[in-house]
């Protein structure tokens, strides 16, 4: 069904409904808001879609109605969804695409991707320049600092214990730090204290900036842990590091300014 919506004429109208706020932030990166024609309620966070049409995402759905009124050529979700609301839609006569990105090189490939769809191949490619040049900048002045690298420790969501994505441990990795657990995955209190990150992270999914320090400090697990000990529990919004799409290169910069201070401490001081 893709290959349908991807061979339409550059001319004919395109009717984007974006339930992922990823896709509406690289719509918007490549030029192509004026294809956007409904969004979720999350979209607002990561770029300007004000007086579009909001309706559910892919976990909650109130009506697929509702996005069919709308009269979409493509709807663009995302992974993980919840399977009993991605069915209604794909009942629906609508072509529908579920990006599942894990790698900076997926995030790449997806802006490429959606750029081609809208007919802005040269946006695209322009956008993922961007993003290039601010990673290798970042990158650039982090080598600058060679005291070793932070063990870090970045969470998703608290309950289940989720850890961030794989990109979140490359931006980590860019930063001069080390994601000391596996990315993207359920990890208990226990994995994390045997980790022993020096700093935690807090970006917890749909939250903004109101994951709570407080309960990292609270966890009986992780007392002897060194970002405990230290007091390095930082928040930075959601948005930043859980949208794969240009606003990770905002959330590459507050982990590098994070980072930064503890690089500048010997290790052992580190502990």
């Not at 997926?106 to 993922?128: H, K, N, T, Y």
């Not at 989720?162 to 730090?177: F, N």
């Not at 990890?187 to 807090?202: G, K, M, Q, T, W």
């Amino acid at each position: 069904m893709l290959r349908n919506v991807m061979r339409r004429r550059l001319d004919e109208e395109l009717r984007i409904v974006s339930l992922a706020p990823s896709a509406t932030a690289i719509l918007c990166a490549v030029g192509a808001r004026s294809a956007l024609v409904g969004v979720t309620k999350w979209c607002a966070d990561v770029a300007d879609v004000g007086g579009l049409p909001r309706v559910g995402d892919c976990w909650h759905m109130g009506s697929v109605q509702e996005i069919l009124q709308l009269r979409p050529t493509l709807v663009i979700g995302s992974v993980p969804f919840k399977a009993e609301t991605v069915a209604k839609l794909l009942e629906a006569p609508v072509n529908f695409l579920a990006k599942n990105p894990r790698t900076l090189a997926d995030v790449e490939r997806d802006v490429r991707m959606l750029a081609r769809i809208v007919g802005r191949s040269a946006a695209g490619e322009r956008v993922v320049g961007r993003m290039r040049r601010e990673f290798a900048a970042i990158a650039a002045r982090a080598k600058k600092k060679p005291r070793g690298r932070v063990r870090v420790y970045c969470e998703a969501w608290p309950n289940p214990r989720i850890s961030s994505p794989p990109w979140v441990a490359e931006l980590v990795e860019l930063c001069g730090g080390e994601m000391v657990v596996p990315s993207g995955a359920r990890v208990s209190d226990e994995e994390v204290a045997a980790a022993a990150p020096e700093v935690i992270v807090l970006a917890w999914t749909a939250t903004g900036a109101k994951a709570r320090p407080k309960q990292a400090y609270s966890v009986a697990a992780w007392r002897d842990v060194p970002a405990i000990q230290a007091r390095r529990v930082f928040v930075v919004r959601d948005e930043l590091l859980n949208t794969p799409g240009p606003p990770l290169v905002q959330g590459a910069r507050q982990l590098w300014r994070i980072l930064r201070g503890v690089r500048s401490q010997p290790a052992d001081a580190r502990r």
